[in-house]
């Protein structure tokens, strides 16, 4: 996809927006398999067309997505894409605003919780699916003992890697690729 890069939120009104499971849902079946009709990304969600196009809408709105009326092929199809490749945002950007700080945890606890949903998925897939991917899948956490500077640079250095997968060209060997769900959260804890 052709999107500009990752697009920082500082507005409690997008996270507000994202802060919803089919909304997040929905962003995701986009990041993967790309441009979209409601049509199409119900079937993907299992959802009523009517419901997926309602939150479309308020992504829009929200400016997290738009419309490629460059793939519809009459006035009546509307296919929809991220605006762009991704969002972050920073809890220290809505501290002087509580109830903007709320929406940032939220959105923050939903992104867990997808995260979370994802990886039990696989744990409950069927045993030929463990069989089929083998060592591949994995789970893996340390405890290091850094600052805050060197937080960020292991931050950015895990981005990159992840991002350098992302983009690389996808090779034209005949062997299918499925979608698989990569994340990792570096934080501040006690043992």
């Given at each position: ?26 962003m995701d079946v986009l990041k993967v398999y790309g441009p979209c009709t409601v049509g199409m990304l119900a079937e993907r969600t299992d959802q009523a067309p009517a419901n997926v196009s309602h939150h479309l809408k308020v992504l829009a709105a929200a400016d997290l997505l738009v419309e490629a009326p460059e ?121």
């Open positions: 996809m052709d999107q500009p890069t990752v697009r920082q939120v500082t507005d409690s009104r997008v996270l507000a927006a994202l802060a919803h499971p089919l909304r997040r849902r929905l793939l519809a092929r009459d006035r009546r199809e509307r296919w929809w894409k991220p605006r762009n490749r991704g969002v972050r945002w920073s809890h220290t950007d809505f501290d002087d605003d509580p109830s903007a700080r709320v929406v940032a945890d939220a959105a923050s606890s939903l992104n867990l919780e997808r995260h979370a949903e994802l990886v039990r998925a696989w744990h409950a897939a069927p045993e030929e699916a463990h069989v089929a991917w083998g060592d591949g899948p994995f789970s893996t956490d340390h405890w290091l003992h850094l600052t805050p500077d060197e937080l960020t640079e292991l931050s950015r250095e895990v981005i990159a890697l992840l991002m350098r997968w992302a983009d690389r060209a996808t090779p034209d060997d005949g062997q299918t690729r499925e979608p698989v769900f990569v994340f990792a959260h570096g934080v501040p804890g006690r043992p």
